[in-house]
């Protein structure tokens, strides 16, 4: 699914604050609509972009009666319309590519001793596809596996609530700022030039990617059969959604995984506490910097099916055609067992309910002595919200209000490390090393700077630095606080980390 775009990039925005006066009160009937229609969520700091949306839509009608135009007749295209305006893609190509190693050295490797004959096709999903650049980036990581010399056959489907970014995404027409994260050699192999500044992926790849118009959040057994998917990309998606929407999507991709199959997720979305991932028998895992979940082979009981719906009144039924059900998994059952112990698989973010503390909660000496105002935290929370659901230009400018001369050096540390995230986020990985750098300088206690230094250093190649890094993070997390692992965790626990940092460490000495 696209993502919501930051405030502040409307072209053409309420030019009055009469005219946004007058829109405000409809924006909890817009709320309303969005919920259910779209199983989209938008709160109180999204005033600006749903005001602008309103305006534009409207047109001469004038916002309120467009308003009553939608409740009254929500036809597809007012819809399709609503989707464009208020979500917008924020990828590129080969984004976060740890995850991408994951699959191609960890568990695509294994493919050729599952046992399959020629024929036997792999199916891959990519969640929230936006303009296709993951799509393509996961069917140039299945084609660099060498299937089709094991005599197994691929393709990648993708899907999108935006009906604007599904056509971009199939004319598959990229600039530089698309493949800014792509290496010059990944380039050339992969890309072919259709105009000075202009890419797209080789007949080869896009053959194999298909687009469709589909809602994650809502019940249509006929897409969502069971074991359809051996592999689903579904990140930064599920933070969209509204809860009953959310839990819907959550039920619809878990069942429709393939046993031994792998959901990628966001950097900071996890399955923690959801209990249709403890039935399906996912466990987490960890390969190559990054977490995922993987089905077992045998799931403890079978799905239901067809799943069941905690319906949100007037949501639209899904389009699409059913397709037959493929159940074989093409992961052979040599794959390792879990990683982590999974009795704790948990919520999407942190505020859907309390989570079960392991240990009493304990404070390092720099966050003791922290001064910070609740107003400082909870803007630093705001902040991390807005970069984590890909608003980052929002984010980076909620973290300049954080730094002046006055602010205590652990919570600088905390914005240095959120601007590195950012930076990350962005795929400049340059800038993001030095914020991280400057995190860790402002307080030596503060162990989750280290461990993404030495997770940026091993994706260069350097062995020796990220074995610095990595330790120094393993060091310092036993005594890092829960405060800051709630808030800069990713959802998972502190000793899921240390598991991380000791695994890849050694990784760094093979």
Same mark, same amino acid.
């Given at each position: ?14 030019? =009055? ?82 995850? +991408? ?5 960890? !568990?695509? =490797?294994? %493919? ?9 096709? !792999?199916?891959?999903?990519? &969640? ?20 089709? @010399? ?7 489907? @993708? ?7 599904? &056509?971009?995404?199939?004319? @598959? ?27 797209? #992926?080789?007949?080869?790849? $896009? ?30 998606? *599920? ?5 009953? /929407? ?15 199959? %792998?959901?990628?997720?966001?950097? %900071? ?33 079978? #799905? ?19 397709? /037959? ?11 390792? /067992?879990?990683? +982590?112990?999974?009795?704790? !698989? ?42 984590? =659901? ?31 995230? /950012? ?23 503060? &162990? *989750? ?21 990595? $330790?120094? &993070? *393993? ?8 405060? $800051?692992?709630?808030? +800069? ?19 760094? $000495?093979?």
């Amino acid at each position: 699914m696209t993502r919501v775009p930051p405030a502040g990039t409307e072209s053409s925005a309420p030019s =009055s604050l009469s005219s946004a006066s007058s829109v405000l009160p409809l924006l909890p009937r817009l709320r309303a609509l969005l919920a259910a229609r779209l199983g989209l969520q938008f709160d109180d700091r999204q005033d600006d972009r749903l005001i602008a949306a309103l305006t534009r839509l409207s047109g001469t009608s004038g916002p309120a009666r467009y308003m009553d135009q939608l409740e009254l007749a929500p036809t597809r295209a007012r819809l399709d319309a609503l989707a464009g305006e208020l979500t917008v893609g924020e990828t590129f190509f080969f984004r976060h590519p740890e995850q +991408f190693d994951a699959l191609r050295f960890d !568990l695509l =490797s294994t %493919v050729a001793r599952a046992g399959f004959g020629t024929g036997r096709r !792999l199916r891959a999903l990519s &969640a929230g596809c936006a303009s296709g650049e993951e799509a393509y980036t996961l069917a140039i990581t299945l084609h660099r596996a060498g299937l089709a @010399a094991q005599g197994i056959d691929w393709d990648v489907l @993708a899907v999108d609530l935006n009906p604007a970014a599904l &056509a971009r995404a199939s004319l @598959a027409r990229y600039g530089e700022w698309s493949l800014r994260a792509t290496a010059p050699e990944q380039r050339e192999q992969w890309f072919q030039s259709t105009a000075p500044g202009e890419w797209t #992926p080789l007949p080869a790849i $896009r053959e194999r990617v298909r687009f469709e118009s589909r809602h994650l959040g809502l019940p249509d057994p006929g897409f969502w059969s069971p074991d359809r998917f051996d592999i689903i990309f579904c990140r930064n998606v *599920l933070i969209y959604l509204e809860p009953a /929407a959310l839990r819907q999507a959550i039920r619809n991709m878990i069942g429709a995984l393939a046993p031994g199959g %792998v959901l990628f997720l966001g950097h %900071v979305e996890t399955l923690r506490g959801q209990a249709d991932a403890q039935a399906a028998g996912l466990t987490l895992r960890q390969a190559h910097g990054c977490f995922f979940y993987q089905r077992a082979l045998t799931p403890p009981s079978p #799905p239901a099916w067809p799943f069941p719906w905690e319906a949100t009144p007037g949501l639209a039924p899904a389009l699409g055609a059913p397709r /037959a059900s493929e159940p074989t998994s093409v992961f052979a059952p040599a794959i390792p /067992a879990a990683a +982590f112990a999974d009795e704790r !698989l948990g919520r999407i973010g942190v505020t859907d309910g309390p989570d079960r503390p392991d240990r009493p909660d304990r404070e390092s000496p720099a966050a003791a002595a922290r001064t910070a105002s609740p107003w400082d935290q909870a803007l630093l929370d705001d902040a991390l919200r807005l970069v984590e =659901s890909g608003q980052v230009e929002d984010g980076l400018r909620a973290c300049a209000k954080l730094i002046a001369p006055q602010t205590p050096a652990p919570l600088q540390a905390e914005v240095l490390f959120l601007q590195g995230l /950012a930076m990350e986020e962005r795929g400049q990985l340059p800038a993001a090393e030095w914020h991280h750098q400057r995190a860790a300088a402002k307080d030596a206690g503060f &162990a *989750l700077p280290h461990l993404r230094l030495g997770l940026l250093a091993r994706r260069r190649g350097e062995i020796v630095a990220a074995r610095r890094e990595l $330790r120094r &993070a *393993l060091e310092l997390l036993d005594s890092e606080s829960d405060e $800051r692992l709630r808030r +800069f965790g990713g959802g998972f626990e502190r000793e899921d980390l240390r598991r991380l940092c000791r695994d890849e460490i050694q990784e760094a $000495r093979a």
